[in-house]
């Protein structure tokens, strides 16, 4: 495999960046989510949502490229649903096809490493039935919290596990 490069997103990278959302989620969320709602999926789903969030650079959004071409991405910042000063990882996703080379792994070192710049702890939610996404967590640190957050997609609820990391403290 060519180098991993991460950095910072643009706003040029607003379609890839929901390309590879789109991809994952396809695969990710088969058998979780009804398959008509993947199927239908449009690769420009997230496009503009992701280009309101890099212009109001109030949350990290990063992305890992390989031959200058985006294959994974990541997004972060303060936590979203509760008033704690805890940070939140909101999103990760990195196309099947780059999975199991470390690229997910280096997305989270590195947006963890910016937040926790202003935060002692960052959460991040996975979906109950998304095993695969909740092993991953667990193996980077994360721990489960035993909290549950509903979430609603196309009238289906769905349960989210809330998992935690505290940064490390060095004496």
């Known amino acids: 495999m060519s180098m991993v490069n991460i950095r ?39 496009e503009e949502s992701f280009k309101r969030g ?8 990063l992305v890992a490229e390989v031959d200058h071409q985006i294959v994974g991405c990541i997004t972060g ?3 979203r649903w509760t008033d704690e000063e805890k940070g939140e990882i909101y999103s990760l996703y990195v196309l ?14 590195t947006i963890l490493e910016s937040l926790y ?9 996975a979906v109950d039935r998304n095993t695969k996404a909740r092993r991953f967590y667990e193996c980077l640190g994360f721990k489960d919290t035993g909290q549950i957050k509903k979430s609603e997609l ?10 935690e990391k505290m940064k490390k403290v060095n004496y």
């Not at 890099?54 to 959004?61: D, R, T, V």
């Open 54 to 61: 890099i212009q109001a650079k109030k949350s990290l959004f």
């Open 8 to 46: 910072l997103a643009n706003l040029d990278d607003a379609k890839q960046m929901s390309q590879v959302h789109a991809r994952t989620w396809k695969v990710a969320y088969k058998g979780i989510f009804a398959q008509s709602y993947l199927n239908q999926l449009p690769d420009t789903a997230w």
């Open 117 to 125: 710049c202003q935060y002692n702890s960052v959460y991040v939610l």
């Open 77 to 79: 910042g303060r936590t």
């Open 154 to 163: 196309h009238g289906a609820v769905f349960s989210n596990c809330l998992y």
């Open 96 to 109: 099947p096809e780059y999975q199991h080379q470390g690229i997910g792994k280096s997305l989270v070192i």
